[in-house]
């Protein structure tokens, strides 16, 4: 059964950079985005970017170019930084896989496997 | 950005009774090859998210055919035809057809 695990610090400084990996056990690398969430009472659920094997990526702009995606497929793993974090991204942060799948008439991705999510909490 | 809303926000049911969410989009999600790239997810209580249905209506394997989602364009519909104790939760909608991929705020489903 392919599963996702997920760590890092929960606890992060304001203008450090927050460090989160996610490592794919029981499944393949390949053929997927490897994606990061994050979700707050206020904000709901946010899209952080994601990036696949290849290292093709896209991010949120909204988070202005602080968030960088790493994926180390020697390990199963992907990772993600966000720097100079403020109080405005504590949230919990989910690491996901997006598939693909082939329809008659064109292409559809879809997540169907989270990880079960970390709190981070920006705080001095 | 494509902006998700949905109503309403929290909905009270009773098991067997049916349910029905309600998701707009700020663009229209009809892709050019016919598809809308709509998604449902549902979060339960202490959970991840988990999908119920991709491309509007397809549901995703093994979500039970009391799930069923219908719509085009820029509005779409989840509906319970019957409502089990383990449905509660919180479901969102999710356009996919452009990034940044957006969700809605969510609505709180619960037993009265």
């Known amino acids: 059964q392919v599963q996702l695990q997920q760590w890092g610090a929960g606890l992060v400084k304001p203008s450090e950079t927050l460090s989160l990996t996610c490592a794919v056990s029981?499944?393949?690398?390949?053929?997927?985005?490897w994606t990061w969430i994050r979700q707050t009472p206020g904000r709901g659920l946010q899209w952080i970017g994601e990036m696949n094997r290849s290292g093709i990526s896209s991010y949120n702009p909204s988070l202005k170019s602080r968030g960088t995606i790493s994926v180390d497929s020697s390990k199963n793993q992907f990772s993600l930084k966000l720097s100079s974090v403020t109080a405005a991204d504590t949230a919990v942060y989910y690491c996901?896989?997006?598939?693909?799948?082939?329809?008659?008439?064109?292409?559809?991705?879809?997540?169907?496997?989270w990880g079960r999510g970390t709190l981070v909490t920006v705080s001095s | 950005d494509i902006v998700m809303t949905q109503s309403p926000r929290s909905l009270p049911v009773t098991p067997g009774e049916p349910a029905s969410i309600s998701c707009r989009s700020s663009?229209?999600?009809?892709?050019?090859?016919?598809?809308?790239?709509l998604d449902w997810y549902l979060q339960k209580p202490g959970k991840s998210p988990q999908l119920l249905i991709y491309?509007?209506?397809n549901r995703a394997s093994g979500v039970p055919d009391r799930f069923s989602g219908t719509g085009s364009g820029t509005d779409f519909t989840l509906r319970i035809s019957r409502v089990e104790a383990e449905d509660v939760g919180i479901y969102y909608c999710m356009q996919a057809l452009q990034t940044p991929l957006t969700f809605g705020p969510g609505t709180k489903v619960d037993i009265k």
């Open positions: 996901a896989r997006r598939t693909r799948l082939d329809m008659p008439w064109g292409v559809c991705w879809y997540f169907d496997l």
């Open positions: 491309l509007g209506s």
């Open positions: 663009q229209s999600l009809l892709h050019s090859n016919g598809y809308n790239y």
């Open positions: 029981g499944g393949s690398f390949t053929g997927y985005y």
